[in-house]
């Protein structure tokens, strides 16, 4: 390693590069550089030697190329201790290039405001990518900053180390700028996997195979957790880098200490069943499963039906809804300790209440939007599960109804109501429901007919006339006998049992209604 002696810098993020370029110069260190950044260095009163006088040519191509050329990268890939790479510099008038500050034009930023193909194209940078990885590459003789705030800090060593860097730091460097065209690189795949051709141009349109061979997800770390499902688990969140619009990396949260890898579960499990309602809901969740949930006129009366499932389960809860909250519902929910509440906005007075309750986080999710489509994943060792999102609804007219009885309009009202809680509860998943609301709910037991002894036992009120929801197939007249003797008079299911005519069979035998949808939402 030696001092510092010429940089090249060239950018497209520009902030604080006149300064970090103005205390070079006061080092003594040449500037080479190139465009726009030449241009605003020159006009901060730093001296700069262009690209173009170095290697002889002017910038091509409406500057696509500039600075690929071996005057170049031969400065910045030369081993400065073999003498047979120094001597080939010098027999061709070239110098050796320290120090290389360089960042991208900005692909993913661009890409989410909605252009278009064509224009995104011109978003990949070509010449940037070669600098950094050269300068990467050869990190024990140069060093590449990325980063405009790692400024400082390369100053502040040179400035103690007589113009030098150490090893340690050169590779610390050498690590960010390698992620940096990593993810450039995985971002134009991601993007590019959403492109086709059609009319003679390119657009954006669904891929027709979903899965590539090779799948890159371009993830920015939004923030540390506290810790992961248990303290001593560690744990992060991040987020899309190139999915515009709402998601949990970009909540507003207006009260509360720091949210938890538990936490963010449960609000995703919260908000998903409050939003999967038109009408104003409340969705009360307990461990990624509905411990609660209701319609109402308002949130006030949405929180207190929903709350009355079970009340006990309740206390700690995450509580979600699909409505402004308001100051009649705050003080509803005053009394009960909870971990979240989520709303697409918080009215002042609701605001002002729940902010007394000190271990409480509000978080503010922009309003309810359609199902996003596209992938979710899941790690298993080794691995990763990617699969579609499970954004399948249900509209009463897909009913099939398949018992003598059929359901009567209250009755698919609450076989609709429990048809779209079942999709949020772990699967053996049974859930009970009258004058849409969750009366008891039986959630991940290993046999179906558990799933709804437990959801019949949970029931804190008469369950005479409500209508029970299974996520999948009832294999068994069992669980028609058990809902049928606790006075449930409709059941919704996929269908699909080889069992289909028994379990049908008892639903004419209990005067049960039964309606099958012909689709499964097991949730594991």
């Known amino acids: ?5 010429t940089a090249l810098i060239s950018v497209s993020d520009k902030r604080g590069v006149e ?77 050796p290039i320290d120090l290389v500050v360089v960042n991208l034009y900005p692909f993913a930023e661009r890409v989410v405001q909605g252009i278009g193909v064509e224009a995104a194209l011109e978003e990949i940078d070509i010449g940037g990518v070669t600098l950094i990885r050269a300068g990467a590459k050869n990190f024990r003789h140069v060093a590449v900053v990325v980063r405009p705030d790692d400024y400082p800090a390369v100053l502040a060593e040179m400035e103690s180390r007589a113009g030098d860097l150490t090893l340690e730091t050169r590779l610390d460097l050498a690590r960010k700028a390698f992620q940096l065209t990593m993810l450039t690189d995985a971002q134009i795949g991601q993007y590019l996997q959403n492109a086709a051709t059609g009319d003679g141009g390119l657009k954006s349109a669904p891929p027709d195979e979903p899965f590539p061979d090779y799948a890159c997800w371009v993830l920015r770390k939004e923030t540390g957790l ?60 307990k461990h990624a499963n509905p411990c609660g949930a209701a319609l109402g006129d308002s949130c006030e009366e949405a929180y207190a039906r929903a709350l009355e ?72 060792e080794g691995a990763v599960l990617v699969q579609q999102r499970d954004t399948a609804g249900l509209a009463e007219e897909q009913f099939r109804v398949v018992s003598i009885k059929g359901p009567d309009g209250r009755e698919r ?38 799933s709804t002894r437990f959801a019949i036992q949970k029931a804190r009120q008469p369950l005479y006339g409500a209508a029970l929801g299974s996520d999948a197939f009832i294999p068994f007249r069992d669980t028609v006998d058990l809902a049928a003797d606790a006075g449930i008079t409709a059941v919704i299911q996929p269908g699909g049992s080889i069992r289909d005519e028994e379990v049908v069979a008892a639903a004419n035998e209990r005067a049960l209604a039964m309606v099958f949808t012909g689709v499964r939402h097991f949730r594991h």
């Open 19 to 95: 300064d970090f370029a103005l205390a070079l110069h006061r080092r003594g260190i040449a500037i080479l550089s190139t465009g726009g950044t030449a241009r605003a260095l020159q006009a901060r009163g730093v001296p700069v030697r262009e690209v173009a006088e170095v290697t002889g040519f002017p910038e091509l191509l409406d500057g696509r190329v500039k600075t690929l050329h071996p005057a170049i990268h031969a400065g910045i890939l030369a081993r400065r201790d073999r003498a047979d790479d120094m001597a080939a510099l010098a027999a061709r008038g070239f110098r």
């Open 309 to 380: 499932c079970d009340p006990d389960s309740a206390f700690g809860s995450i509580i979600a809804f699909n409505r402004p909250l308001d100051g009649q519902a705050a003080r509803a929910m005053a009394s009960l300790f909870l971990e979240v509440v989520i709303a697409p906005a918080f009215e002042a007075a609701a605001l002002e209440i729940l902010s007394r309750k000190k271990n409480v986080r509000l978080i503010r999710r922009s309003p309810a939007a359609p199902p996003a489509p596209g992938l979710q994943a899941r790690t298993i």
């Open 226 to 285: 506290r810790y992961g499902e248990n303290p001593h688990q560690r744990a992060a969140l991040y987020s899309d880098a190139l999915r515009p619009g709402p998601g949990w990396g970009r909540v507003e949260q207006l009260h509360g200490k720091e949210l938890s890898y538990n936490n963010y579960l449960d609000m995703d499990a919260a908000w998903q069943l409050a939003t999967e309602f038109d009408e104003c809901a409340c969705a009360i969740i």
């Open 1 to 5: 390693m030696s001092t510092i002696q």
């Open 413 to 450: 009202d609450d076989l609709l109501f429990a048809w779209k809680c079942a999709k949020y509860v772990k699967s053996n998943a049974i859930v009970i429901a009258r004058d849409r609301r969750l009366l008891g709910i039986g959630a991940g037991q290993m046999s179906r007919v558990d």
